[in-house]
């Protein structure tokens, strides 16, 4: 680990560090190592070829996107990223936070309506994206969403034939040369500044959620400890750092340990078990269902020993999850509450999964009181019996500042710290554990994908009033979709006219069509 040993000294040192000074410091200590892998498949997601970056050409071209992203925009504007799971997404990532700016990182399955309802809640001045994800044009539409949101002044891409008014940043991705872009000068600790915006979804639509260099590098190194993960490990990773915890499962733990970040874009299990062998991947971050497939597919068999880091976006699965036995992986469960928070902890030698804390969470699990242990979060029971989050991960303050008192939408965070879940949970007071029973209600999770559904059946029916829409368990995805309506075909069309996500309008997809895939 970057910052030497684990140890109390070590952890008080990460209350006063940036995620850029940890990115530049592995860029000293290590300039000739591999940073940065592309997937081999790269081509049939986007435009280029995969990148393999070492630190030394990572660091100048995140100087190269900072240096660019200053002189368009004042210090701490917002910055909107949508791009797929490749190399210039963490470059951009790192780039807006080096420029002094706020990165708020968007999921690729979001299109338009989500999009700009978000961006223009955040009051985003910028918009980083990329000429095409699949066969969907996203930089065409993200000139439609700055059109929407008044705030945008500049959308930037990657990618070729961008449209008029798109600003291309592939230039940067050559940049052999660029001068050092060095970090603004902060008042107080720097690590106590806003980093990063992620976006809840809820009644009332996404609603931005900030996180503060601290909270993320706690949650970072909660996950570095309880994975064990190693210093200059290689992660391999199918989570993009759109959420979160995809920042705390992806982008920190990378950062923290000075190793090395290969990159998957899901899902192809066989080109998975070919990155993991050829690049020597010792952690890999996984969706959790998959995992017991894979295992059971023979692709932990071989290879190097590994930890998986399995997220659990259904976090009401996990309890009836199989047992892991498996000498070549070690198992870690991440359930995830939305953007509320997550709880990880290891499986032990019996493979069940291990109960939440009702109380204090520490990393690692069943360490308190030990010198290396690290308070993450607490969890506790509201009046509504559903599950609570406080602690170092909880974001402190409702985003922008003020909201709380203005009667709008926002992230509700309690005056005891604590952020109400909405998952339903049943307490053991004599075990001090706690069950998750339910997803919350009103609220479709299909995957990282969440959205309401009340607000969503309000346009359906404008478009047919006979038309449904039902959620139903999945134990892959969490949950899925299923949609009937007097013309399925017309309403499709009309969904994805409105810019809502393929994920919603293949819910009215014939029952004869061809399967359609979504970037994920």
């Not at 928070?341 to 030990?370: E, I, T």
Request: include cysteine.
């Amino acid at each position: 680990m970057i910052l030497g040993e684990t140890n109390a000294t070590a952890v008080h040192a990460l209350g006063h560090i940036t995620l850029d000074e940890l990115f530049r410091r592995a860029a000293a200590r290590r300039p000739d190592a591999a940073a940065l892998i592309d997937a081999p498949n790269r081509a049939l997601l986007t435009d280029g070829s995969p990148w393999r970056l070492s630190y030394a050409e990572a660091d100048r071209i995140v100087s190269a996107i900072a240096g660019r992203l200053r002189g368009m925009l004042p210090t701490d504007a917002i910055v909107g990223i949508q791009l797929p799971h490749t190399v210039e997404n963490i470059l951009t990532i790192l780039g807006v936070l080096r420029a002094g700016l706020i990165a708020a990182p968007l999921p690729m399955l979001w299109r338009r309506d989500d999009v700009a309802a978000a961006l223009g809640r955040a009051g985003a001045k910028a918009f980083v994206t990329c000429r095409r994800a699949g066969n969907c044009d996203y930089a065409s539409f993200a000139t439609r969403v700055a059109a929407e949101v008044f705030s945008i002044r500049y959308v930037c891409g990657f990618g070729g034939n961008l449209p008029d008014g798109v600003v291309s940043l592939d230039d940067l991705l050559a940049a052999a040369s660029q001068e050092s872009v060095r970090p603004l000068d902060r008042d107080g600790n720097a690590a106590a500044h806003l980093a990063v915006l992620t976006f809840e979804v809820g009644s009332d639509g996404p609603v931005p959620v900030a996180r503060r260099h601290l909270e993320l590098l706690a949650g970072g190194l909660g996950i570095l400890l309880e994975g064990r993960i190693a210093q200059d490990a290689t992660i391999l990773s199918a989570m993009a750092p759109a959420s979160f915890a995809g920042l705390c499962l992806t982008l920190v733990p990378w950062l923290l340990s000075g190793g090395t970040l290969v990159l998957h874009q899901p899902f192809d299990a066989e080109l998975l078990a070919r990155q993991r062998l050829e690049d020597r991947c010792s952690t890999l971050v996984l969706p959790a269902p998959l995992v017991f497939e894979l295992r059971e597919a023979g692709l932990f068999a071989q290879g190097i020993p590994a930890t998986v880091l399995a997220a659990w976006h259904a976090p009401e699965q996990l309890a009836s999850s199989a047992e892991w036995a498996d000498r070549n992986a070690a198992l870690v469960d991440i359930p995830i509450f939305g953007e509320a928070g997550w709880v990880a902890a290891r499986r032990g030698p019996g493979g069940k999964p291990v109960s939440l804390p009702l109380g204090q969470v520490v990393a690692p699990r069943n360490s308190v009181g030990a010198g290396g242990a690290v308070t993450v979060a607490e969890l506790s029971v509201t009046d509504r019996n559903t599950m609570a989050v406080s602690g170092p991960i909880v974001p402190r303050h409702a985003f922008p500042p003020g909201i709380e008192n203005a009667g709008q939408p926002h992230f509700a965070i309690g005056r005891d710290g604590a952020v109400d879940t909405g998952y339903p949970c049943r307490a053991d007071r004599a075990s001090h554990s706690l069950a998750v029973t339910a997803p919350p209600s009103g609220i479709v999770a299909i995957g990282a994908y969440r959205f309401a559904l009340a607000g969503l059946m309000e346009k359906i029916a404008r478009i047919d009033p006979t038309a449904t829409l039902t959620a139903v368990p999945d134990h892959v995805t969490g949950q899925r979709l299923i949609g009937t309506a007097s013309d399925p075909e017309a309403m499709r069309l009309a969904l994805a006219g409105l810019g809502l996500s393929p994920l919603i309008a293949g819910a009215f997809a014939l029952p004869d069509a061809a399967p359609r895939k979504a970037v994920a």
